[in-house]
C-alpha cells in the first residue's frame, strides 16, 4: 500500500516591533525637535531679558531728568551741603547703578548725563544715556533727551503771573481781598500778623474782604497761624484797603529778577497818598523772611518765616531751607467814599543804606506789566508809579532792589503769547530814584 507523505511547511510568524535603523529615525526626529523648542525657549528668554532690561535703563533714564527739576532754588548759598540740589548744580556726570528701588539688577547700568548750557542762561539741555551689557555680550543703549528751565519754584507763580482783580472766590472760599496766609476765626472774620514779632494784628471780615478791626498788644513773637480769638485785644475800629508784596534783593550783575534771593537789607514801606485823602496816616509793615520746607503729621508744608527763626519757632526738629531771601510788607491804606478809594505812592524807604544811582546806591525797581497793551504802566492793578483810584486791594505789588549803578532789568512790554495774552517773561521798571 502506497502511503502518500504530505509534506506541508510551517507558516511563519508574523514580523512584530522595529528594526534598529527606524528607532534611530524616530530618535532623531524626536531630539531635533527638543532641539528647536529648547532654541526657542533660550531666544524668548533672550528678549523678555532684553525687553526687561530697556525698561530698567529707560526708568533709570527718567529718575535722572526728573531728579535734576528737583532744584529747590537756582543758586547755592555758601553754607549749602554737597548733596543740596541747585540750578547751578546741574551739571555733566557719570555713574553706575546696581540697584534699582533696592532691588540688584541682573546687570551693571552705566549712566551718562550730558549738560549743554551754551544756548540760553535760563535753559539747560540735557541727554541722559545708559548703557549696559547684554546676557549675548552686546552693548545696548538708551538715551533720553530734555530741557532743564531755569525758573526759581517760589517765584514762578508769584513774578511770572500778573496779580488778578477779577478773581471769583479767596483761599477758603472767603472773600479774595483778604490774604492767603489769613488764619480763618471761625466766626465770619479771619485774622493776619503783618510780622511774627510785631503786636499788631488785622481782623477781616470773610464776606466783603475788608478791614474792620485793628488789634494792638497781641503777643510778639506769635506767628498768625498761632494766634486765637483770646490774644485779640485792645482792637479798634479800622477801614481801609489792603496793600501789600514783596522787596526782593539782587547783587548780580546784571541783576536776575528770577533769582532776586540775597539777603534782603533793613526797609521799611510808606505809602503817600495826596494832600486831600483821608487825614488817617497808611499803617506798613515788613519782615526779612525766608521759605522753608518741613514735614509733620499733617503731610508736607512749604512756608514763609522771619529769616532769624529755628525750627524749634515751629516746634519741628528740623526743616530745609529753600534759600528764599525777601521782605513781605503789608499796608492798610485809608480810604475814602463809596466805593473806598485811595491814590497815592509806595516806596521803599531805606534803613542804613541809600538810594541813588551810583555803585555804592541802591536802586529800586518795580515788578509791572503792561497787561492791556496800552504801552505804558498806567493800570493800578499793573504796579503803576502812582495808584489812581484803587477801589479794591492789591497783592503781589513786588519790588526788586539791585545795585544803583545798574539797569532795572527786563521791559514792561506786553508779550502776545497766546489769545488770553499771558506775559512770558519777568519784568521791571524803576521806581526809585
Known amino acids: 500500500m502506497n502511503a502518500w507523505f504530505v509534506l506541508t511547511r510551517k507558516p511563519a510568524h508574523a514580523q512584530r516591533g522595529v528594526t534598529l535603523f527606524e528607532a534611530l529615525l524616530a530618535l532623531l526626529v524626536l531630539a531635533s525637535g527638543v532641539l528647536a523648542m529648547s532654541k526657542l525657549h533660550h531666544h524668548l528668554q533672550a528678549h523678555a531679558d532684553m525687553a ?237 523772611q525766608k521759605t522753608v520746607l518741613y514735614r509733620d503729621i499733617t503731610g508736607l508744608h512749604r512756608e514763609a518765616v522771619p529769616l532769624a527763626a529755628e525750627p524749634a519757632s515751629l516746634g519741628l526738629s528740623g526743616w530745609a531751607d529753600l534759600g528764599e531771601r525777601y521782605v513781605a510788607y503789608h499796608c492798610l491804606v485809608p480810604a475814602t467814599g463809596n466805593p473806598l478809594r485811595w491814590s497815592g505812592v509806595s516806596s521803599v524807604v531805606p534803613l542804613g543804606w541809600t538810594i541813588g544811582v551810583t555803585a555804592v546806591d541802591r536802586k529800586v525797581c518795580r515788578y509791572a506789566w503792561d497787561r492791556d497793551g496800552s504801552g505804558t504802566i498806567d493800570r493800578n492793578d499793573e504796579h503803576p508809579a502812582v495808584y489812581t483810584g484803587v477801589d479794591r486791594d492789591l497783592m503781589q505789588q513786588n519790588f526788586l532792589v539791585i545795585h544803583g549803578d545798574l539797569a532795572c532789568p527786563g521791559t514792561a512790554a506786553r508779550i502776545e503769547a497766546d489769545a488770553a495774552s499771558i506775559p512770558t517773561q519777568i519784568a521791571t521798571v524803576q521806581h526809585q530814584p
Open 52 to 288: 526687561r532690561q530697556r525698561s530698567e535703563a529707560v526708568r533709570i533714564a527718567q529718575e535722572d531728568i526728573e531728579s535734576l527739576r528737583a532744584f529747590a532754588s537756582l543758586r547755592a548759598p555758601a553754607d549749602a551741603r554737597s548733596g543740596d540740589a541747585f540750578y547751578e548744580r546741574v551739571e555733566t556726570v557719570t555713574s553706575s547703578v546696581e540697584q534699582l528701588s533696592g532691588t540688584r539688577l541682573n546687570t551693571v547700568f552705566h549712566t551718562t548725563r550730558q549738560i549743554d548750557d551754551g544756548q540760553s542762561i535760563r535753559l539747560k539741555a540735557a541727554a541722559v544715556s545708559v548703557a549696559w551689557t547684554a546676557r549675548d555680550g552686546s552693548t545696548q543703549r538708551a538715551a533720553l533727551h530734555s530741557v532743564i528751565a531755569g525758573q526759581s519754584p517760589a517765584l514762578a507763580g508769584a513774578l511770572t503771573l500778573g496779580p488778578s482783580a477779577h478773581t471769583p472766590t479767596g483761599a477758603y472760599a472767603r472773600a479774595p481781598g483778604i490774604p492767603f496766609g489769613a488764619r480763618n476765626l471761625g466766626d465770619g472774620r479771619s485774622v493776619l500778623k503783618p510780622t511774627v514779632m510785631g503786636t499788631t494784628a488785622f481782623v477781616f471780615d470773610n464776606v466783603s474782604g475788608q478791614v474792620i478791626e485793628r488789634c494792638t498788644d497781641v503777643p510778639s513773637g506769635v506767628s498768625t497761624a498761632q494766634l486765637t480769638p483770646g490774644q485779640l485785644s485792645h482792637c479798634s475800629e479800622a477801614h481801609g484797603l489792603w496793600l501789600s508784596g514783596t522787596v526782593r534783593f539782587s547783587n548780580a550783575n546784571p541783576p536776575d529778577p528770577a533769582a532776586a534771593n540775597d539777603t534782603p537789607l533793613d526797609l521799611a514801606l510808606s505809602v503817600t497818598p495826596p494832600r486831600d485823602a483821608a487825614t488817617a496816616s497808611p499803617w506798613c509793615g515788613s519782615e526779612a
